[in-house]
């Protein structure tokens, strides 16, 4: 909050009034400055669903940690795990898809950051993605506390890597979402942020964001053992003893497109994510906007091999799949919320490789697809 210029007053320059008027005038600074620190302190509560998760937890300590976004105190919604107790964070415990939970949520509530999602899930996907949506805007556009809500979404909803794209994909291109229900949900999700702000004039904001890296994520997306992160699942690409022989070696694969072509696929890392949707809070030229928030440029799988080869002595194992190329353009979001991305390729590979996990912190799959 700007604080008006009377409150900036030193306080000295008043000291000493002169006849009534002056004391009048120190004690209307002396007030105006009391109201104005009083007013500080008073935070805004951002409600975080899917605040275990991997988004949602590095937001979460980003925001506990940096003074500078001391105003804002977070609610996490739980629902099969919980955070550990901190200052400035409260912990709800309840299921999305029931109103009265998220009604309870968002109890007081000014922001709303939506990570929340299901993956290849199709008994609970619609619950999660359609119903606890409907819920959560609901309760947003009737509430007298509600500025603003963040949705981060992906770019399933314009069919990642499963079509071919001849041009950059920006903002404007239409849904086209890949075979199952995860891209479905993910397009769904758009739509109804989007229908509420044509309904009701809702404050809503998407950030659009491809994969995204944290620690060895990036490293592992590449192993040829059971370990794998993600798919495609390379060891199910070959025979099993070559799988085997990849492993043993620590080859990396070179992911083709049907014409034998590097395909380039799109990452974000979760801190150049978290920055951005920080930037987004509360940015008048965020409000109703849908932005793409990825790397400057996709990886190329080709690059990426010649440089995990050249500095490691990896050995490299092309593989034809049916995926195609998509440059996801962040243009956009660079121009509206003045946000750059900070990861390239050669600091997602030197991250991911240099990361050595402690004893407390096991690589864990905590959804399937």
């Given amino acids: 909050m700007r604080a008006h210029p009377?409150?900036?007053?030193?306080?000295?320059?008043?000291?000493?009034?002169?006849?009534?008027?002056?004391?009048?005038?120190?004690?209307?600074?002396?007030?105006?400055?009391a109201t104005v620190r009083s007013?500080?302190?008073?935070?805004?509560?951002?409600?975080?669903?899917?605040?275990?998760?991997?988004?949602?937890?590095?937001?979460?300590?980003?925001?506990?940690?940096?003074?500078?976004?001391?105003?804002l105190r977070v609610r996490a919604l739980c629902h099969k795990r919980t955070l550990p107790p901190q200052e400035r964070l409260e912990c709800v415990h309840g299921s999305i898809q029931d109103r009265a939970d998220v009604q309870r949520a968002l109890a007081g509530v000014t922001h709303v950051l939506h990570l929340a999602t299901s993956k290849e899930t199709p008994d609970e996907v619609m619950d999660v993605a359609v119903k606890g949506m409907f819920w959560l805007l609901e309760g947003c556009r009737a509430s007298a506390t509600f500025r603003q809500f963040v949705l981060v979404g992906g770019d399933a909803a314009v069919g990642h890597f499963h079509y071919a794209h001849p041009v950059p994909v920006v903002e404007s291109q239409p849904h086209t979402a890949y075979p199952g229900c995860y891209a479905l949900s993910k397009v769904l999700e758009e739509v109804m942020l989007q229908q509420?702000?044509?309904?009701?004039?809702?404050?809503?904001?998407?950030?659009?964001?491809?994969?995204?890296?944290?620690?060895?994520?990036?490293?592992?997306?590449?192993?040829?053992?059971?370990?794998?992160?993600?798919?495609?699942?390379?060891?199910?690409?070959?025979?099993?003893?070559?799988?085997?022989?990849?492993?043993?070696?620590?080859?990396?694969?070179?992911?083709?497109?049907?014409?034998?072509?590097?395909?380039?696929?799109?990452?974000?890392?979760?801190?150049?994510?978290?920055?951005?949707?920080?930037?987004?809070?509360?940015?008048?030229?965020?409000?109703?906007?849908?932005?793409?928030?990825?790397?400057?440029?996709?990886?190329?799988?080709?690059?990426?091999?010649?440089?995990?080869?050249?500095?490691?002595?990896?050995?490299?194992?092309?593989?034809?799949?049916?995926?195609?190329?998509?440059?996801?353009?962040?243009?956009?979001a660079k121009f509206l919320l003045g946000w750059r991305p900070r990861f390239d390729m050669v600091r997602m590979v030197e991250?991911?490789?240099?990361?050595?996990?402690?004893?407390?912190?096991?690589?864990?799959?905590?959804?399937p697809g």
């Avoid at 932005?291 to 799988?301: G, R």
């Avoid at 991250?351 to 959804?367: H, K, M």
């Fill in 351 to 367: 991250a991911a490789w240099a990361y050595e996990r402690a004893p407390d912190d096991p690589r864990v799959v905590w959804y």
């Fill in 39 to 71: 007013r500080a302190v008073v935070t805004d509560l951002v409600l975080v669903t899917g605040a275990t998760g991997k988004v949602g937890r590095v937001f979460i300590q980003r925001v506990l940690d940096d003074p500078a976004l001391g105003r």
């Fill in 196 to 332: 509420y702000q044509v309904q009701y004039g809702l404050n809503g904001c998407c950030l659009r964001a491809p994969w995204i890296m944290e620690k060895d994520d990036f490293r592992f997306s590449l192993s040829f053992g059971d370990d794998v992160f993600g798919g495609p699942r390379w060891r199910d690409l070959l025979p099993e003893s070559e799988a085997r022989d990849h492993v043993r070696t620590g080859a990396v694969p070179v992911m083709l497109d049907p014409e034998d072509r590097p395909v380039q696929r799109n990452f974000v890392h979760v801190q150049d994510l978290v920055e951005a949707i920080l930037l987004a809070l509360d940015a008048p030229r965020a409000r109703q906007q849908l932005m793409n928030v990825c790397m400057d440029e996709p990886i190329d799988y080709g690059a990426l091999g010649e440089y995990l080869a050249r500095t490691r002595g990896l050995p490299l194992v092309p593989i034809r799949t049916p995926y195609r190329s998509t440059w996801l353009d962040n243009t956009k």
């Fill in 6 to 33: 009377l409150a900036q007053w030193p306080y000295t320059a008043v000291s000493r009034p002169v006849g009534q008027r002056g004391r009048v005038v120190a004690h209307a600074c002396a007030v105006l400055r």
